[in-house]
Protein backbone atom coordinates (compact mmCIF):
# COMPACT_ATOMS: atom_id res chain seq x y z
CA UNK A 1 0.00 0.00 0.00
CA UNK A 2 1.50 3.99 -0.52
CA UNK A 3 1.72 6.23 1.77
CA UNK A 4 -1.93 8.14 2.57
CA UNK A 5 -0.41 11.58 0.99
CA UNK A 6 0.47 9.40 -2.73
CA UNK A 7 -2.82 7.13 -2.04
CA UNK A 8 -4.60 11.11 -2.33
CA UNK A 9 -2.28 12.12 -5.51
CA UNK A 10 -3.02 8.52 -6.93
CA UNK A 11 -6.72 8.86 -6.30
CA UNK A 12 -6.89 12.32 -7.76
CA UNK A 13 -7.69 11.21 -11.35
CA UNK A 14 -10.09 8.63 -10.06
CA UNK A 15 -11.54 12.14 -7.83
CA UNK A 16 -12.22 13.22 -10.92
CA UNK A 17 -14.18 10.42 -12.73
CA UNK A 18 -16.53 11.29 -9.73
CA UNK A 19 -17.16 14.60 -10.37
CA UNK A 20 -17.73 13.93 -13.82
CA UNK A 21 -20.01 11.24 -12.95
CA UNK A 22 -22.04 13.98 -10.10
CA UNK A 23 -21.91 16.07 -13.49
CA UNK A 24 -23.70 13.86 -15.09
CA UNK A 25 -26.42 13.39 -12.93
CA UNK A 26 -26.45 17.06 -12.87
CA UNK A 27 -27.22 16.90 -16.46
CA UNK A 28 -30.04 14.49 -15.77
CA UNK A 29 -31.87 16.20 -13.63
CA UNK A 30 -32.05 19.24 -15.27
CA UNK A 31 -33.42 17.06 -18.80
CA UNK A 32 -36.13 15.50 -16.24
CA UNK A 33 -36.82 18.09 -14.11
CA UNK A 34 -40.40 18.26 -14.68
CA UNK A 35 -40.64 14.51 -13.80
CA UNK A 36 -39.10 15.44 -10.59
CA UNK A 37 -41.08 18.26 -9.55
CA UNK A 38 -44.48 17.69 -11.04
CA UNK A 39 -44.65 14.64 -8.83
CA UNK A 40 -45.65 13.68 -5.18
CA UNK A 41 -43.82 15.73 -2.18
CA UNK A 42 -42.11 17.88 -4.24
CA UNK A 43 -44.86 19.43 -6.00
CA UNK A 44 -46.49 19.80 -2.37
CA UNK A 45 -43.51 21.37 -1.07
CA UNK A 46 -42.55 24.03 -3.77
CA UNK A 47 -46.61 24.50 -4.28
CA UNK A 48 -46.52 25.42 -0.57
CA UNK A 49 -43.39 27.34 -0.85
CA UNK A 50 -44.72 29.81 -3.41
CA UNK A 51 -48.57 30.41 -1.72
CA UNK A 52 -47.63 30.62 1.58
CA UNK A 53 -43.91 32.56 1.10
CA UNK A 54 -42.52 30.91 3.32
CA UNK A 55 -39.92 27.23 3.46
CA UNK A 56 -41.71 23.76 4.48
CA UNK A 57 -39.40 22.45 6.25
CA UNK A 58 -41.12 19.06 7.41
CA UNK A 59 -40.15 16.96 10.50
CA UNK A 60 -37.49 19.21 11.59
CA UNK A 61 -35.65 18.02 8.82
CA UNK A 62 -33.20 21.45 8.53
CA UNK A 63 -30.85 20.15 5.90
CA UNK A 64 -33.38 20.76 3.04
CA UNK A 65 -33.29 24.48 3.15
CA UNK A 66 -30.36 24.03 0.84
CA UNK A 67 -32.98 23.15 -1.79
CA UNK A 68 -35.82 24.89 -1.03
CA UNK A 69 -33.99 27.95 -0.54
CA UNK A 70 -34.52 28.22 -4.54
CA UNK A 71 -38.12 28.54 -4.83
CA UNK A 72 -38.39 30.80 -1.62
CA UNK A 73 -36.24 33.10 -3.31
CA UNK A 74 -37.63 32.85 -6.99
CA UNK A 75 -41.22 33.99 -5.51
CA UNK A 76 -39.76 36.64 -2.96
CA UNK A 77 -38.02 38.03 -6.48
CA UNK A 78 -41.27 37.37 -8.33
CA UNK A 79 -39.48 34.66 -10.73
CA UNK A 80 -41.81 33.68 -13.61
CA UNK A 81 -43.34 29.75 -11.67
CA UNK A 82 -41.14 27.85 -15.07
CA UNK A 83 -38.15 29.12 -13.48
CA UNK A 84 -39.08 28.55 -9.76
CA UNK A 85 -39.64 24.88 -10.94
CA UNK A 86 -36.67 24.49 -12.92
CA UNK A 87 -34.37 25.90 -10.29
CA UNK A 88 -36.06 23.81 -7.81
CA UNK A 89 -35.42 20.88 -9.98
CA UNK A 90 -32.08 20.75 -10.39
CA UNK A 91 -31.46 22.30 -7.02
CA UNK A 92 -30.54 18.62 -5.56
CA UNK A 93 -28.37 17.37 -7.66
CA UNK A 94 -26.85 21.02 -8.11
CA UNK A 95 -26.32 20.85 -4.20
CA UNK A 96 -24.86 17.47 -4.55
CA UNK A 97 -22.82 18.57 -7.67
CA UNK A 98 -21.23 21.46 -5.48
CA UNK A 99 -19.88 18.87 -2.28
CA UNK A 100 -18.70 16.86 -4.56
CA UNK A 101 -17.01 19.71 -6.37
CA UNK A 102 -16.04 20.97 -2.79
CA UNK A 103 -14.47 17.84 -1.54
CA UNK A 104 -12.54 17.22 -4.74
CA UNK A 105 -11.02 21.18 -5.98
CA UNK A 106 -11.49 22.61 -2.50
CA UNK A 107 -10.39 20.20 0.56
CA UNK A 108 -8.57 17.34 -1.57
CA UNK A 109 -11.01 14.57 -0.03
CA UNK A 110 -10.45 12.23 -2.94
CA UNK A 111 -11.80 9.05 -0.60
CA UNK A 112 -14.40 10.94 0.21
CA UNK A 113 -15.61 12.39 -3.24
CA UNK A 114 -15.15 8.82 -4.84
CA UNK A 115 -17.74 7.03 -2.02
CA UNK A 116 -19.92 9.89 -2.25
CA UNK A 117 -20.64 9.33 -5.76
CA UNK A 118 -20.80 5.58 -5.47
CA UNK A 119 -23.23 6.54 -3.12
CA UNK A 120 -25.88 8.68 -5.39
CA UNK A 121 -24.88 5.21 -8.36
CA UNK A 122 -25.14 2.07 -6.95
CA UNK A 123 -28.84 1.56 -5.53
CA UNK A 124 -30.22 4.71 -7.42
CA UNK A 125 -32.69 3.52 -10.06
CA UNK A 126 -36.52 5.04 -10.03
CA UNK A 127 -35.86 6.57 -6.44
CA UNK A 128 -33.56 9.54 -8.48
CA UNK A 129 -36.58 11.12 -9.57
CA UNK A 130 -37.98 10.93 -5.76
CA UNK A 131 -37.00 14.11 -3.92
CA UNK A 132 -36.05 13.00 -0.62
CA UNK A 133 -33.72 14.25 2.65
CA UNK A 134 -31.87 10.99 2.43
CA UNK A 135 -29.81 11.80 -0.22
CA UNK A 136 -29.48 15.50 1.19
CA UNK A 137 -28.73 14.43 4.24
CA UNK A 138 -26.04 12.08 3.00
CA UNK A 139 -24.04 15.16 0.84
CA UNK A 140 -24.19 17.06 4.61
CA UNK A 141 -22.28 14.20 5.59
CA UNK A 142 -19.61 13.51 3.61
CA UNK A 143 -19.21 17.64 3.75
CA UNK A 144 -19.28 16.88 7.73
CA UNK A 145 -16.54 14.26 7.86
CA UNK A 146 -14.47 16.13 4.47
CA UNK A 147 -14.13 18.97 6.49
CA UNK A 148 -13.27 17.19 9.64
CA UNK A 149 -10.61 15.27 8.03
CA UNK A 150 -9.13 18.36 6.19
CA UNK A 151 -8.88 20.46 9.49
CA UNK A 152 -7.41 17.34 11.31
CA UNK A 153 -4.99 17.37 8.66
CA UNK A 154 -3.92 20.68 8.51
CA UNK A 155 -4.25 21.27 12.48
CA UNK A 156 -6.01 23.89 12.43
CA UNK A 157 -7.33 24.68 16.00
CA UNK A 158 -9.68 22.23 17.53
CA UNK A 159 -11.73 24.64 19.11
CA UNK A 160 -12.42 25.87 15.22
CA UNK A 161 -13.19 22.67 13.97
CA UNK A 162 -15.80 21.94 17.03
CA UNK A 163 -17.49 25.08 15.75
CA UNK A 164 -17.58 23.53 12.35
CA UNK A 165 -18.74 20.02 13.62
CA UNK A 166 -21.78 21.78 15.54
CA UNK A 167 -23.80 22.86 12.69
CA UNK A 168 -22.96 20.04 10.01
CA UNK A 169 -23.94 17.65 12.46
CA UNK A 170 -26.80 18.86 13.04
CA UNK A 171 -27.48 19.30 9.21
CA UNK A 172 -26.58 15.85 9.09
CA UNK A 173 -28.52 13.73 11.77
CA UNK A 174 -31.17 16.25 11.25
CA UNK A 175 -32.32 15.57 7.89
CA UNK A 176 -33.03 11.96 8.16
CA UNK A 177 -32.38 9.23 10.59
CA UNK A 178 -31.03 6.74 8.20
CA UNK A 179 -27.64 8.72 7.88
CA UNK A 180 -26.76 7.97 11.36
CA UNK A 181 -26.24 4.47 10.22
CA UNK A 182 -23.56 5.42 7.33
CA UNK A 183 -21.97 8.25 10.15
CA UNK A 184 -21.41 5.73 12.33
CA UNK A 185 -19.73 3.10 10.21
CA UNK A 186 -17.34 5.44 8.55
CA UNK A 187 -16.46 7.43 12.06
CA UNK A 188 -15.59 4.21 13.13
CA UNK A 189 -14.24 2.79 9.93
CA UNK A 190 -11.77 5.85 9.01
CA UNK A 191 -10.48 5.37 13.00
CA UNK A 192 -9.51 1.54 12.18
CA UNK A 193 -7.58 3.21 8.91
CA UNK A 194 -4.78 4.68 11.40
CA UNK A 195 -3.34 6.43 8.44
CA UNK A 196 -5.97 8.28 7.40
CA UNK A 197 -8.11 9.41 10.53
CA UNK A 198 -5.71 12.78 12.03
CA UNK A 199 -7.51 13.23 15.83
CA UNK A 200 -5.64 11.48 18.93
CA UNK A 201 -7.80 9.34 21.30
CA UNK A 202 -9.07 12.46 23.38
CA UNK A 203 -10.41 14.14 20.56
CA UNK A 204 -11.72 11.50 18.94
CA UNK A 205 -13.78 11.16 21.84
CA UNK A 206 -14.69 14.38 22.22
CA UNK A 207 -16.12 14.99 18.67
CA UNK A 208 -17.78 11.17 19.09
CA UNK A 209 -19.55 12.96 22.14
CA UNK A 210 -20.56 15.80 20.36
CA UNK A 211 -21.94 13.90 17.36
CA UNK A 212 -24.13 11.27 20.06
CA UNK A 213 -25.26 14.21 21.81
CA UNK A 214 -27.02 15.81 18.71
CA UNK A 215 -27.98 12.26 18.04
CA UNK A 216 -30.07 11.52 21.48
CA UNK A 217 -31.08 15.01 20.69
CA UNK A 218 -32.95 14.16 17.26
CA UNK A 219 -33.98 11.29 18.98
CA UNK A 220 -35.96 12.93 21.85
CA UNK A 221 -37.18 15.69 19.52
CA UNK A 222 -38.72 13.28 17.16
CA UNK A 223 -42.71 13.19 17.62
CA UNK A 224 -44.16 12.63 14.41
CA UNK A 225 -46.31 9.58 13.48
CA UNK A 226 -44.13 8.36 11.00
CA UNK A 227 -40.82 8.47 12.54
CA UNK A 228 -42.05 7.48 16.06
CA UNK A 229 -43.53 4.34 14.44
CA UNK A 230 -40.32 3.23 12.96
CA UNK A 231 -38.04 3.83 15.54
CA UNK A 232 -40.29 1.63 17.95
CA UNK A 233 -39.91 -1.05 15.43
CA UNK A 234 -36.12 -0.37 15.97
CA UNK A 235 -35.73 0.46 19.62
CA UNK A 236 -38.44 -2.56 20.99
CA UNK A 237 -38.01 -5.84 19.24
CA UNK A 238 -36.42 -9.84 20.43
CA UNK A 239 -34.27 -11.97 19.20
CA UNK A 240 -37.25 -13.22 17.06
CA UNK A 241 -37.59 -10.70 15.52
CA UNK A 242 -33.70 -10.20 14.40
CA UNK A 243 -33.77 -13.49 12.91
CA UNK A 244 -37.08 -13.07 11.65
CA UNK A 245 -36.05 -10.03 10.09
CA UNK A 246 -34.20 -11.53 7.27
CA UNK A 247 -37.02 -13.51 6.34
CA UNK A 248 -39.64 -10.10 5.74
CA UNK A 249 -40.61 -8.93 2.23
CA UNK A 250 -39.30 -5.90 2.37
CA UNK A 251 -35.48 -7.99 2.98
CA UNK A 252 -36.63 -10.99 0.75
CA UNK A 253 -37.64 -8.57 -2.27
CA UNK A 254 -34.11 -6.01 -1.34
CA UNK A 255 -31.92 -9.36 -2.30
CA UNK A 256 -33.66 -10.26 -5.19
CA UNK A 257 -33.35 -6.57 -6.45
CA UNK A 258 -29.50 -7.21 -5.65
CA UNK A 259 -29.43 -9.82 -8.82
CA UNK A 260 -31.24 -8.07 -11.23
CA UNK A 261 -31.26 -4.14 -10.48
CA UNK A 262 -27.78 -4.15 -7.81
CA UNK A 263 -25.68 -6.50 -8.99
CA UNK A 264 -22.95 -4.46 -9.47
CA UNK A 265 -23.22 -3.10 -5.96
CA UNK A 266 -22.70 -6.83 -4.75
CA UNK A 267 -19.64 -6.97 -7.47
CA UNK A 268 -18.82 -4.40 -5.42
CA UNK A 269 -19.21 -5.47 -2.24
CA UNK A 270 -17.19 -8.76 -2.92
CA UNK A 271 -14.34 -7.03 -4.07
CA UNK A 272 -14.26 -4.55 -0.94
CA UNK A 273 -14.34 -7.49 1.03
CA UNK A 274 -11.57 -10.32 -0.87
CA UNK A 275 -9.66 -6.87 -0.84
CA UNK A 276 -9.33 -6.23 2.78
CA UNK A 277 -8.52 -9.83 3.34
CA UNK A 278 -5.92 -10.06 0.65
CA UNK A 279 -4.55 -6.92 2.93
CA UNK A 280 -4.91 -9.01 6.24
CA UNK A 281 -7.04 -6.03 7.71
CA UNK A 282 -9.47 -8.81 9.07
CA UNK A 283 -11.26 -5.88 11.74
CA UNK A 284 -11.94 -3.56 8.98
CA UNK A 285 -13.29 -6.96 7.02
CA UNK A 286 -15.51 -7.82 9.96
CA UNK A 287 -17.07 -4.58 10.72
CA UNK A 288 -18.02 -4.34 6.96
CA UNK A 289 -19.55 -7.64 7.42
CA UNK A 290 -21.28 -6.65 10.86
CA UNK A 291 -22.35 -2.99 9.30
CA UNK A 292 -23.84 -4.82 6.66
CA UNK A 293 -26.05 -7.48 8.09
CA UNK A 294 -26.72 -4.81 10.71
CA UNK A 295 -28.36 -2.51 8.21
CA UNK A 296 -30.33 -5.84 6.68
CA UNK A 297 -31.72 -6.24 9.97
CA UNK A 298 -32.40 -2.69 10.90
CA UNK A 299 -34.67 -2.42 7.53
CA UNK A 300 -36.31 -5.56 8.00
CA UNK A 301 -37.25 -4.52 11.52
CA UNK A 302 -38.17 -0.86 11.08
CA UNK A 303 -40.14 -1.69 7.16
CA UNK A 304 -41.97 -4.91 8.28
CA UNK A 305 -45.35 -3.82 6.72
CA UNK A 306 -44.03 -3.30 3.43
CA UNK A 307 -44.24 -5.96 0.80
CA UNK A 308 -42.80 -6.44 -2.73
CA UNK A 309 -45.81 -3.59 -3.58
CA UNK A 310 -44.15 -0.99 -1.88
CA UNK A 311 -43.15 1.59 -4.12
CA UNK A 312 -39.91 1.23 -5.29
CA UNK A 313 -38.56 4.75 -5.24
CA UNK A 314 -39.79 5.19 -2.22
CA UNK A 315 -37.98 1.73 -0.56
CA UNK A 316 -35.13 2.48 -2.83
CA UNK A 317 -33.73 5.89 -1.01
CA UNK A 318 -34.26 3.91 2.34
CA UNK A 319 -31.89 1.23 1.13
CA UNK A 320 -29.56 3.47 -0.68
CA UNK A 321 -27.03 4.22 2.30
CA UNK A 322 -26.12 0.56 2.13
CA UNK A 323 -23.68 1.62 -1.14
CA UNK A 324 -21.53 3.21 1.35
CA UNK A 325 -21.18 0.81 3.90
CA UNK A 326 -20.09 -2.04 1.13
CA UNK A 327 -18.29 0.58 -1.37
CA UNK A 328 -15.74 1.96 1.75
CA UNK A 329 -13.18 -0.70 1.28
CA UNK A 330 -13.94 -0.41 -2.65
CA UNK A 331 -12.43 3.20 -1.92
CA UNK A 332 -10.16 2.98 0.84
CA UNK A 333 -8.06 -0.19 -0.31
CA UNK A 334 -8.92 -2.04 -3.81
CA UNK A 335 -8.52 1.36 -5.98
CA UNK A 336 -5.77 2.52 -4.43
CA UNK A 337 -3.70 -0.86 -5.30
CA UNK A 338 -4.68 -0.45 -8.50
CA UNK A 339 -2.87 1.74 -11.83
CA UNK A 340 -4.74 5.33 -11.66
CA UNK A 341 -6.09 4.66 -15.29
CA UNK A 342 -7.60 1.38 -14.47
CA UNK A 343 -9.03 2.53 -11.69
CA UNK A 344 -10.58 5.60 -13.38
CA UNK A 345 -11.48 2.52 -16.02
CA UNK A 346 -13.45 0.78 -13.65
CA UNK A 347 -15.52 3.53 -12.15
CA UNK A 348 -16.41 4.86 -15.81
CA UNK A 349 -17.63 1.05 -16.24
CA UNK A 350 -19.65 1.69 -12.90
CA UNK A 351 -21.20 5.20 -13.87
CA UNK A 352 -22.64 4.16 -17.45
CA UNK A 353 -23.90 0.75 -16.69
CA UNK A 354 -25.75 2.77 -13.36
CA UNK A 355 -26.85 5.58 -15.47
CA UNK A 356 -28.84 3.18 -18.32
CA UNK A 357 -30.52 1.91 -14.91
CA UNK A 358 -31.28 5.18 -14.00
CA UNK A 359 -32.61 6.59 -17.63
CA UNK A 360 -34.75 3.52 -18.14
CA UNK A 361 -36.74 3.85 -14.78
CA UNK A 362 -37.78 7.65 -15.60
CA UNK A 363 -38.85 6.76 -18.39
CA UNK A 364 -42.26 5.74 -17.08
CA UNK A 365 -42.50 8.85 -15.45
CA UNK A 366 -42.05 10.79 -18.54
CA UNK A 367 -45.19 8.47 -19.92
CA UNK A 368 -47.36 9.88 -16.63
CA UNK A 369 -46.13 13.84 -16.92
CA UNK A 370 -47.22 13.37 -20.89
CA UNK A 371 -50.73 11.28 -19.65
CA UNK A 372 -50.95 14.41 -17.34
CA UNK A 373 -50.85 16.72 -19.89
CA UNK A 374 -53.33 15.47 -22.33
CA UNK A 375 -55.82 14.67 -19.67
CA UNK A 376 -55.43 18.69 -19.47
CA UNK A 377 -55.62 19.15 -23.15
CA UNK A 378 -58.66 17.11 -23.08
CA UNK A 379 -60.12 19.16 -19.98
CA UNK A 380 -59.57 22.74 -21.96
CA UNK A 381 -61.09 21.60 -24.83
CA UNK A 382 -64.32 20.67 -22.98
CA UNK A 383 -64.12 23.60 -21.32
CA UNK A 384 -63.64 21.55 -18.03
CA UNK A 385 -61.52 23.67 -15.39
CA UNK A 386 -62.06 21.51 -12.52
CA UNK A 387 -62.35 17.98 -12.17
CA UNK A 388 -62.80 14.76 -10.06
CA UNK A 389 -62.29 11.63 -12.08
CA UNK A 390 -63.56 8.13 -10.04
CA UNK A 391 -60.59 6.06 -9.21
CA UNK A 392 -59.68 4.48 -12.64
CA UNK A 393 -57.51 0.97 -11.67
CA UNK A 394 -55.07 1.91 -14.99
CA UNK A 395 -54.55 5.26 -13.81
CA UNK A 396 -53.74 4.45 -10.72
CA UNK A 397 -51.13 2.70 -11.44
CA UNK A 398 -49.62 4.98 -13.90
CA UNK A 399 -49.81 8.02 -11.73
CA UNK A 400 -48.02 5.77 -9.14
CA UNK A 401 -48.80 8.38 -6.08
CA UNK A 402 -52.07 10.55 -6.78
CA UNK A 403 -51.91 12.32 -3.93
CA UNK A 404 -50.88 15.68 -4.78
CA UNK A 405 -52.42 15.63 -8.46
CA UNK A 406 -54.03 19.08 -7.56
CA UNK A 407 -50.55 20.61 -7.00
CA UNK A 408 -49.04 18.79 -10.27
CA UNK A 409 -52.06 19.96 -12.64
CA UNK A 410 -52.53 23.82 -11.00
CA UNK A 411 -48.83 24.48 -11.15
CA UNK A 412 -48.66 21.87 -14.70
CA UNK A 413 -51.61 24.06 -16.65
CA UNK A 414 -49.78 27.25 -15.12
CA UNK A 415 -46.78 27.18 -16.62
CA UNK A 416 -49.15 26.43 -20.23
CA UNK A 417 -50.34 29.88 -19.58
CA UNK A 418 -54.22 27.90 -18.72
CA UNK A 419 -55.91 30.79 -17.49
CA UNK A 420 -57.93 29.91 -16.00
CA UNK A 421 -55.54 27.08 -14.21
CA UNK A 422 -57.12 24.04 -14.29
CA UNK A 423 -56.45 21.32 -11.89
CA UNK A 424 -57.80 17.51 -11.45
CA UNK A 425 -57.32 14.46 -8.74
CA UNK A 426 -58.43 10.95 -8.54
CA UNK A 427 -61.78 10.61 -6.04
CA UNK A 428 -62.96 7.35 -4.80
CA UNK A 429 -66.82 7.24 -5.26
CA UNK A 430 -67.88 5.38 -2.11
CA UNK A 431 -66.13 9.23 0.03
CA UNK A 432 -69.80 10.38 -0.45
CA UNK A 433 -68.95 13.27 1.82
CA UNK A 434 -65.47 14.74 -0.27
CA UNK A 435 -67.96 14.43 -3.43
CA UNK A 436 -70.40 16.18 -1.83
CA UNK A 437 -68.01 19.19 -1.23
CA UNK A 438 -66.72 18.79 -4.85
CA UNK A 439 -70.10 19.12 -6.23
CA UNK A 440 -71.01 22.42 -3.88
CA UNK A 441 -68.19 24.32 -3.40
CA UNK A 442 -66.42 27.08 -4.90
CA UNK A 443 -62.75 26.03 -3.54
CA UNK A 444 -60.15 23.92 -4.34
CA UNK A 445 -59.18 20.31 -3.08
CA UNK A 446 -55.77 20.81 -1.78
CA UNK A 447 -55.32 16.28 -0.98
CA UNK A 448 -56.83 16.36 2.22
CA UNK A 449 -59.71 19.19 2.29
CA UNK A 450 -61.48 21.94 -0.23
CA UNK A 451 -59.81 24.95 0.50
CA UNK A 452 -61.35 28.37 -0.68
CA UNK A 453 -59.77 29.78 -3.88
CA UNK A 454 -58.91 33.05 -2.96
CA UNK A 455 -56.53 31.24 -0.34
CA UNK A 456 -54.57 30.81 -3.40
CA UNK A 457 -51.63 33.47 -4.06
CA UNK A 458 -52.82 35.25 -6.96
CA UNK A 459 -49.81 36.60 -8.46
CA UNK A 460 -49.09 32.83 -9.45
CA UNK A 461 -52.44 30.70 -9.29
CA UNK A 462 -55.84 31.47 -10.71
CA UNK A 463 -58.33 28.89 -10.30
CA UNK A 464 -61.86 28.61 -11.75
CA UNK A 465 -64.69 29.70 -8.64
CA UNK A 466 -66.47 26.58 -10.27
CA UNK A 467 -67.54 23.18 -8.76
CA UNK A 468 -65.98 20.50 -9.71
CA UNK A 469 -67.13 18.14 -12.53
CA UNK A 470 -67.25 14.36 -11.56
CA UNK A 471 -67.18 11.38 -13.86
CA UNK A 472 -65.09 8.26 -15.02
CA UNK A 473 -62.37 8.32 -17.02
CA UNK A 474 -64.49 6.78 -19.90
CA UNK A 475 -67.00 9.56 -19.91
CA UNK A 476 -64.27 11.72 -19.63
CA UNK A 477 -62.59 10.52 -23.23
CA UNK A 478 -66.00 10.48 -24.77
Not at 127 to 155: C, D, H, P, R
Request: aromatic fraction near 16%.
Amino acid sequence: MLPVDANQRHLKTIAYVAFAGMGALFILGIIFYKERVLFADASYVVFNIINSKSMMIQEKRYGSFITQMFPYLGQKFHLPLRSILVLYGISFHLFFLSVSATLVFGLKQYYMAILMSLYYFLFFSESFIWVNEIAQGTAWMFLLLAVLLYLGKKKVNFFLQLLLLIPLSILTIFTHFIVIMPLGFLLVYLILEKNIWPFSTTKTILLGSILMLVMIIKFASTNTSYDTERLQWITNFSLHDVINSFQTPVVQTFLGRCITNYWLGMLVFIVSIASLLLNRKRIQALWTLISTVGYIVIMGLAYRDLDANAQLLHIESEWSCIAIIIATPFVLTFLPGLKALIAAGILSVIFIIRLAYIITFIMPFRVRNIVEEQILTQMKNKGITKLALYNDPHLMTLFRLPWALSYETIMASAIDDYKPQLTFFFINPNDKDLMEKTKATKGVYDAWNMVPANNLDKEYFSIDTGSYRIMSYTDFLK
